[in-house]
């Protein structure tokens, strides 16, 4: 092996540690140590897979964090036992089988398709959502079918309302954000997360005037506020709604990728 290839994979593995935390029940969780240059003090959270992450100055080592984790051990613990299962798309459906889409909450029903591809048909008058998939069971085509369920449905729901207010985004993307319900670029890019699709309707809208107000004020000051409040009057009630749905809907996962629940 070379030198510049050793290098390198020392850098990788240096700039990402995993390790292991054993909670005081004996559960052993995932830590992911994150290096770098510039950080000045080590931090502490549970993000949305429920992994453990430590963000560390960079000449910290492996063992200095894990003390770090340890004397945080009460909290860390708290943490774990309040957060939310990490789930999957048909996991969530079962708990609560209903997808927005068009203005509307779609009672949804999987049902299988043979040997045919992948697809879905929405009744907006009869409020259905049929999942059609070559198997009934196959959750990668389920995941697939659903993020391009979200996909059509929020490019469309943008341009409805962009539409109703006068507004011109130049680009709708609809992306697999960890933590945000969507952003907007200075060049007046929208992206949106595709689990706004799990939420009621009313709260889908909001995020995505809330987006659409910020190509007209790229900050968060009173006119911002003034604005969205145009746009959507309950922008206070949908706001304390989201906040609290967050968690627990930032933890469905594309099963194909991500193992469910802790470690």
Known sequence: MRYADMRR?????????LLEFRCSA???????????????????????????VVSSPWHRSDSSCLKFIDQNREWLEQQIEQAPQV???????????????AGLSLA?????????????????AAG???????????????????????????SR?????????????????VRDQSSRWGSCSSRGTIS???????LKPELQDYVIYHELAHLSQMNHSSKF?????????????????????????????????EAPGLV
């Not at 995932?30 to 949305?48: A, S």
């Not at 969530?92 to 089988?97: D, H």
């Not at 070559?134 to 369920?149: E, G, I, T």
């Not at 729901?157 to 993307?173: F, N």
């Open 9 to 17: 994979m020392w850098w990788i593995r240096w700039t990402v540690s």
């Open 26 to 52: 004996g559960q052993r969780h995932p830590v992911e140590i994150r290096r770098r240059k510039g950080t000045r003090h080590m931090r502490l959270r549970l993000n949305v897979k429920n992994r453990i």
């Open 87 to 101: 789930i999957s798309i048909r996991q969530w459906l079962q708990r609560s089988p209903r997808l927005s889409a």
């Open 108 to 124: 949804v029903s999987i049902q299988e398709a043979g040997n045919r591809r992948a697809c879905y048909r929405m009744d907006p």
């Open 128 to 154: 259905s959502l049929e999942l059609r998939l070559p198997k009934a069971v196959d959750d990668f085509a389920l995941d697939q079918l659903v993020r391009k369920l979200a996909k059509d449905a929020l």
């Open 157 to 173: 729901r943008v341009t409805e309302l962009a539409d109703r207010l006068g507004a011109r985004p130049r680009k709708v993307s």
């Open 192 to 198: 949106l997360n595709w689990r706004l699709v799990l």
């Open 225 to 257: 506020w003034a604005l969205l409040e145009c746009y959507d009057p309950q922008r206070r009630t949908h706001e304390m709604e989201l906040d609290v749905l967050t968690r627990a809907i930032m933890r469905v996962r594309v099963t194909s990728t």
